[in-house]
Structures are given as structure tokens and as C-alpha cells.
């Protein structure tokens, strides 16, 4: 019998074959093969004694983070006597994150109160920390040193370089600004033994330096938007084949970061722009739980991208009617090795689910059973996992792992699926469909009746977080790729949107490119977000301006945009940037 303890890609994954899990490209994350180990998420209760007495044990590795979560790394013949132990609520496996990537100051009113002349403000972020959990940053770029040429770096934790993590943290590297100042001393070559860490993709150091890039070589022509804050960064990822980064590394990040600004007893604004589509898209998972509880910690602020799969065709939904039949027609393009869909629905709902392949074969319906059913239809395994409602949400979720049969031809079937629903007992009937995102299928797979609404990537949907789309600045207008938020999430998203086409910003190795996407419209709110609790906090006009008061001083101040709808939509939220209108007169 599945654990309901366990969620439901950890119980299918445990049910799974290896050779599933091979073909699958989510049910080994999480897992390693060659320890027979898996990294988990757990959710537990605080009973007064030590964390270690209530999660570890022998050969059992245990990261607590804050609020009665926990990192847990354990071998998976003990999971299922692990899951029993009473203090445990909850447990879900990792998933992949993928990056959110594809003359904005001044469109966002930030130049309004950075301008350093009488009778402005003249913020610059300073007394205020800037965290991001991102794929690292290139130190030695001049963006991130000051006017004498040292570093703004406070701390870099490189979860990539074993060796020396931090304290209460089982994997990386730490480096202190001392350590990064005197690489800098060194020559390239040099520096890079003391300190290796690396960006290697360019994805953070473009990030954080348009939300607090500073480089005094250039006068003030390239500055991010909070140019005077400390930074702090962590680059995720342990090398591993797939080379994406897991949710428990992103949550591990946020942790450090909010406990270094406790430590400090300083402000932070965060900056997370990964995201991923797995989830009822509804809060309610670990990751989006974890992140509204640790929001409230501390004087912080968490900024969130959402996404870029605002015109891709992942995601699809309906509602279906009493004694009606509906068809959702998924097509699935050449030389696919795998994919899988996820359909959420209403618990207490009920209804038949069959699948179609492209010759006409049909599969169903599924058994509303819990444990992996295997159905075969052409060169096509089908993986099922059909769970039930979990302690943290009232939804249920169907999931489809597409998987190839024939070793010989390793490709599930092309042409058009059918999913079809056939209505037994329905009391409400909204049903959602995703696919994954990040760029990961080839082209040709995607819904053929795509549903823009619903398209923010996961962790937007937090509560506690500030959700952010993009705009061109250039046009005053929408950009059409950032992702939408929907009306099944039960409060509006995003919060707002802020400048993401086209972004000028540090590239990896030196000097500067053009970016585009909603990774590079989330940190000029993160910016924003530091400049404002200057303003508050460090210059003392409001020392309670963060978090949630925080996101409603942004909402207040935001403007719409050229032919924007009723605010706020699920398109821009409250409006765009506009920080100077932001600020209490």
C-alpha cells in the first residue's frame, strides 16, 4: 500500500522500476543511484527535542531549515520505516528548477529617487542586504566591487564545491568577503585556486546586477537599481547528469540567506528566479508552504519571477458538466523520449479517464487506486500514478509518465493523444492540465486548445512571495511570454510587473548583453524592494516597511499599462513598477 505520508511522484517513484526511472525525467530526482539514496523534503513537528533526535539516525543526514522543514538525505530501503516515525507530517521528493530567461530605471521610477542632487532621496540600497539563490556570479566582475575596488560580496555559498559549507549545512562551500577581497589581489589564474567558484551560464551575475550592479568604472551608466547594498550570493547545484538544479537546493539557499540577515540584524530582499510547472499551482506544496513561512522571518522580502510560459502551450484546462465527455488533444512531436502531464482536478469530483494514442488505442479507465498502474498502448508505456488529497491540499492529482518501450526505438508515439474525461459524479468539474516547462520537449509537443491563464511557474504561486511578470518597457506593453496567473490559485497573481525585454546587464567573464525575461523583470522589484526598506528601515521613516506591507506599498505605487483591463488582471497584476509613486508622501 502507497505511504500517504509520501507524495505522489515519491510514491510512484518508489513503485517504479530502475529502468523507468531511467526513461522518466522526473522520478530519479531526488535519487542516487549510485549510493541507493534519496535527498527528500520533510515537514515536521517541533516536539522540544533536537532536531537530530526527531529526523537522524544512523545513516541518515539531516539539514533543518526554519519553521519545522527539513532537508533530509536518507537510503530508500529506509523510507518507509522513516515515514512512520510520528513526528513527521509530510514528505515530498525534489523536482527540477529551470532558469526564467529568454532604459527600464527610468520606466520603473527608480532614477526619480536615486538622482543624487538636493531634494531627492538619493537611495542607493545602502544598509540593506540583496540575496539571491541563482547559478552563481562572476565576483571579479566590477559590477559587484566598490569605488576602491573591493568586493560587495559578504558571503558566497557555492553548493557545488564540497569542502567547507556553512555551519547547520552538509554540502558546498562557503567564502567570506575577506576570502573573495583577496583573490581579487591575486592574478586571474591565482585568485581562481582560492576561490573557483564560477557562473557559469551568466544567468546570476546578469541577475543581481540589475538589481544592485554597481560598477564605478563606468560612472553611472550600467548601475542596477539598489548599487549600494551588500550582497549575498548562492550559486545551487551539485554536479550531476542532468545538471539542473532541485528544489532542496533552492530551499537550502533561502534558508542561509534569511539567517545570515538575522545574524547581521539587517534587512534583505531576495531574489528567486527559477521556477518549475510541477504542482497543483495552488501554494500548496513544501516549497511554496516553506517559502510563505520563512517570510515572515526575520525583516525580508522574497521576489519571485513568473515565469515565461505565458505563449507556450503547456498548460490546458476545462470544465467539465454533469453526463458531458470531453477530449483534450495533446500532441506529441518527433524523437520525444519521455514526457509527462499532470491533470489536477477537485477530489469531489468524479469521472473516467482514458487515453488515446495517435492509431486509435485506447487505455482506461484509470482505477482510482493508489500504487503505479502500467498501461501499453502502441510503442508507449504509461506510467500512472492516480493519488489522493494530502494533508496541505484538497486537490487530486492524475499523473502520466510517457516512457518508450522498444529499446530499439527509444521515442514515444508521435501524432495526437486524446485525454478524455467522461463526467460520473461532478459537483464542480474545473480540471487543469500542465506539462513540463524549462524548454525541455521538443517541438511539436504541446496542447493543441493551450490555456494562457494558469501559466506562472512555481514558486510564484506562494502567498507570501511578490510575484512578478514582465513588460517592454520600450512599448509600454505586456511581453506575452511572462507567465499569467488564474483564478483556480485562491489570490491574485503576479503582484506586479517590471522591465524584461531586452535588459542591458553583466555578462559572465566581463562587459555587458542584452537579456530578456521574467529573470531579469524580478530583480529590478528585488532592487526596488532594498531602496525601499533604505528608506524605511536603515533611514528609519518606517521600521516595519518589509514584507507584506512591503508588497502592498508596491501594488499602491504601480501604474497601469497602455490598454491594460480592470486592476488588477492576471496578465500585470496591480500595474507596472513605478517605485517613486511607491513611496508614502
Not at 530519479?28 to 541507493?36: A, L, S
Request: proline share 6%; charged share 25%.
Amino acid at each position: 500500500m502507497p505511504d500517504q505520508k509520501l507524495d505522489n511522484l515519491l510514491n510512484l517513484a518508489l513503485d517504479a522500476t530502475e529502468e523507468e526511472r531511467e526513461k522518466s525525467r522526473n522520478l530519479n530526482v531526488g535519487y542516487e543511484k549510485q549510493t541507493r539514496k534519496w535527498e527528500i523534503i520533510v515537514k515536521y513537528s517541533e516536539m522540544g527535542d533536537s532536531v537530530e533526535a526527531l529526523l537522524g539516525g544512523s545513516g541518515i543526514s539531516v539539514v533543518p531549515l526554519l519553521g519545522g522543514y527539513a532537508i533530509v538525505t536518507l537510503p530508500e530501503s529506509m523510507l518507509e520505516e522513516y515515514s512512520r516515525r510520528p513526528q513527521i507530517e509530510f514528505i515530498e521528493k525534489p523536482t527540477r528548477l529551470y532558469f526564467e530567461d529568454l532604459f527600464s530605471k527610468e520606466a520603473s521610477c527608480i532614477t526619480q529617487v536615486q538622482r543624487d542632487e538636493p531634494g531627492n532621496l538619493q537611495l542607493t540600497g545602502r544598509g540593506v542586504l540583496i540575496g539571491i539563490v541563482d547559478s552563481g556570479v562572476d565576483y571579479r566582475h566590477p559590477a559587484f566591487l566598490t569605488a576602491d575596488g573591493k568586493s560587495r560580496i559578504l558571503r558566497l555559498w557555492d553548493q557545488s564545491i564540497p569542502g567547507n559549507p556553512p555551519e547547520g549545512y552538509a554540502t558546498g562551500t562557503e567564502y567570506t568577503n575577506e576570502e573573495i577581497n583577496e583573490a581579487l589581489s591575486l592574478s586571474v589564474q591565482e585568485g581562481r585556486r582560492l576561490v573557483p567558484s564560477e557562473d557559469g551560464s551568466g544567468h546570476g551575475t546578469a541577475v543581481l546586477g540589475v538589481a544592485a550592479g554597481s560598477d564605478f568604472s563606468r560612472g553611472a551608466v550600467n548601475r542596477g537599481v539598489a548599487y549600494e547594498s551588500d550582497l549575498l550570493v548562492v550559486k545551487m547545484g551539485i554536479p550531476r547528469q542532468d545538471s539542473f538544479p532541485r528544489t532542496t537546493e533552492l530551499m537550502q539557499g533561502v534558508d542561509y540567506l534569511v539567517r545570515q540577515a538575522i545574524r547581521l540584524g539587517r534587512p534583505i530582499a531576495l531574489n528567486l528566479s527559477f521556477g518549475n510547472n510541477y504542482g497543483s499551482h495552488r501554494g500548496d506544496s513544501l516549497l511554496e508552504t516553506y517559502l510563505d513561512n520563512v517570510s515572515g522571518m526575520g525583516k525580508n522580502v522574497i521576489c519571485v519571477g513568473m515565469g515565461n510560459n505565458g505563449n507556450d502551450a503547456l498548460h490546458t484546462g476545462g470544465k467539465l458538466s454533469p453526463g458531458e465527455i470531453q477530449e483534450i488533444e495533446l500532441g506529441v512531436g518527433a524523437f520525444e523520449p519521455t514526457l509527462n502531464v499532470q491533470l489536477w482536478k477537485n477530489y469531489e469530483d468524479e469521472m473516467e479517464i482514458y487515453l488515446e494514442n495517435p492509431a486509435g488505442e485506447r487505455v482506461g479507465p484509470l482505477f482510482e487506486t493508489l500504487g503505479a498502474q502500467r498501461w501499453q498502448a502502441g510503442n508507449t508505456e504509461l506510467l500512472i500514478y492516480y493519488g489522493k488529497p494530502a494533508p496541505y491540499h484538497v486537490t487530486q492529482e492524475i499523473y502520466v509518465d510517457f516512457l518508450a518501450r522498444d529499446g530499439k526505438r527509444p521515442y514515444v508515439d508521435s501524432g495526437v493523444w486524446k485525454i478524455i474525461l467522461a463526467a460520473r459524479n461532478i459537483k464542480n468539474g474545473e480540471y487543469f492540465l500542465w506539462l513540463p516547462g524549462g524548454k525541455t520537449l521538443n517541438p511539436g509537443t504541446a496542447f493543441y486548445l493551450p490555456r494562457p491563464q494558469g501559466t506562472l511557474t512555481i514558486p510564484a504561486t506562494a502567498r507570501g512571495v511578490i510575484s512578478v511578470g514582465a513588460y517592454d518597457a520600450r512599448q509600454n506593453t505586456y511581453a506575452d511570454f511572462s507567465g499569467r496567473g488564474c483564478r483556480a490559485l485562491p489570490y491574485p497573481k503576479p503582484d506586479l510587473v517590471a522591465p524584461g525585454v531586452d535588459i542591458y546587464a553583466p555578462r559572465s567573464g566581463g562587459g555587458y548583453a542584452s537579456f530578456t525575461g521574467t529573470s531579469f523583470s524580478t530583480p529590478f522589484v528585488t532592487g526596488a524592494a532594498a531602496l525601499l526598506m533604505e528608506w524605511g528601515i536603515t533611514r528609519r521613516k518606517d521600521p516595519y516597511l518589509y514584507g507584506e506591507k512591503l508588497k502592498a506599498y508596491l501594488r499602491r505605487g504601480a501604474k497601469a499599462l497602455q490598454g491594460s483591463e480592470k486592476l488588477p488582471n492576471d496578465l500585470i497584476g496591480w500595474g507596472r513598477l513605478c517605485l517613486e509613486s511607491s513611496l508614502p508622501e
